[in-house]
């Protein structure tokens, strides 16, 4: 049996370890080098990268081809074009504007709170990065069945409003409560980052590098994997709270070459992985609420990954607090419980793209 056939065949068996593999190998074969070579406090870093953030949905992608097409999808090469063509230009305002203003660094001081450079190796990684987003969003109307099925969750956007406030309140309210165990117990509690800086100014860095989440850096290049693709897999052979407790450290030990090049302090991996653990619930009582919308869980990242600069942080307190409130989640929802089988899920791989 030729290579190919035979590595199709290995996929088809294993489509999880398929994804895994493709998700670390793409990822780690990029975010590794930027590390190592720019260093924690350079203020082009988080340009660089935002290629190597694709890895998840890259690998899905390639994942979910079925070589079945879409009947009667004859419009579909030039609505294709179209948004690629429109996903590319809000992808690189979104990138000017983030990069030019700081964002929420402008908020903190940490680095990239300065005019980024958008020459050279900078300039290269974001036009890249905007190619890649606008070719996944094109993958909206696939002409493979398996990818438009893969892709359908980015487009379900008709779930109920509180779905919504859900997803984008959760966490500043679990912060909110954290702050109040903090005080409680009398504990000093810090001003949020927002604090002395007007209006004019928070906003625009808080929306800023809130977009920045949703489309680059968190948002649809790692859900479209871990919630689109991997979840519904496990989900077919586990309990939800068995499936979020397997995706946890997937999820979490993608991210190791932060950690281990500097990026982000080695010491705060452990604190990293206890907190994705209680996330990966969360996500998973969302994606499943919703009927498997992949877009509500990219709203829900983005507020995970800003939230903090306009609540105060208490640390353990919020941790505390996250874990009460999903533990509630977990034992309301009845998430130790197998789904039905007419729970979503992807068409199987037939073979990498």
């Known amino acids: ?21 493709l998700a670390y190998g793409f990822t780690w074969l990029i975010w590794t080098p930027v590390g190592l070579l720019s260093g924690p406090d350079s203020g082009t870093e988080s340009m660089l990268m935002l ?41 690189l305002l979104v990138l000017i504007w983030r990069f030019g203003s700081g964002g929420r660094e402008v908020l903190t001081g940490g680095p990239g709170a300065g005019q980024g450079s958008f020459s050279g190796l900078p300039l290269l990684s974001v036009l890249i990065a905007t190619g890649v987003f ?8 696939s002409p493979d069945s398996g990818v438009r099925s893969l892709m359908a969750g980015l487009v379900r956007w008709r779930v109920a409003m509180v779905y ?39 906003i625009p860095a808080v929306l800023s590098s809130f977009l ?28 939800p709270l068995s499936a979020s407790l397997i995706l946890a450290p997937i999820w979490t030990f993608w991210h190791l070459p932060l950690y281990l090049t500097g990026i982000r302090p080695p010491a705060a991996l452990v604190p990293f992985f206890a907190m994705v653990i209680l996330l990966s619930l969360l996500f998973t009582w969302l994606y499943n609420r919703t009927g498997g919308s992949v877009l509500l869980v990219v709203l829900l990242h983005a507020a995970v990954n800003n939230y903090a600069v306009l609540v105060p942080r208490t640390g ?5 607090a996250g874990a009460l409130r999903v533990g509630g989640l ?5 998430m130790h419980r197998r789904l039905p089988d007419s729970a979503p899920v992807a068409p199987a791989p037939r073979g990498i793209a």
């Open 330 to 334: 977990v034992i309301l929802d009845g």
């Open 51 to 91: 290629v190597g953030g694709w890895g998840p949905a890259l690998a899905a992608i390639a994942l979910s081809r079925t070589w079945s097409a879409v009947p009667g999808d004859r419009s579909g090469r030039k609505l294709r074009l179209g948004l690629f063509g429109g996903a590319a230009v809000v992808g």
């Open 164 to 202: 919504y406030a859900f997803a984008l309140l959760i966490l500043p309210t679990v912060a909110l409560v954290g702050v109040v165990l903090a005080r409680l117990l009398g504990q000093a509690v810090p001003a949020p980052a927002v604090a002395g800086h007007p209006w004019q100014v928070w």
């Open 134 to 141: 606008a070719f996944v969003v094109s993958r909206v109307r």
């Open 212 to 239: 920045l989440t949703v489309l680059f850096t968190g948002g649809v290049c790692e859900e479209v994997g871990w919630r689109g693709f991997l979840l519904p897999r496990l989900q077919k052979r586990f309990s």
């Open 316 to 320: 353990y307190y919020t941790m505390m």
């Open 1 to 21: 049996m030729p290579i190919s056939s035979r590595l199709r065949a290995w996929v088809h068996r294993n489509p999880t370890l398929a994804f895994v593999v």
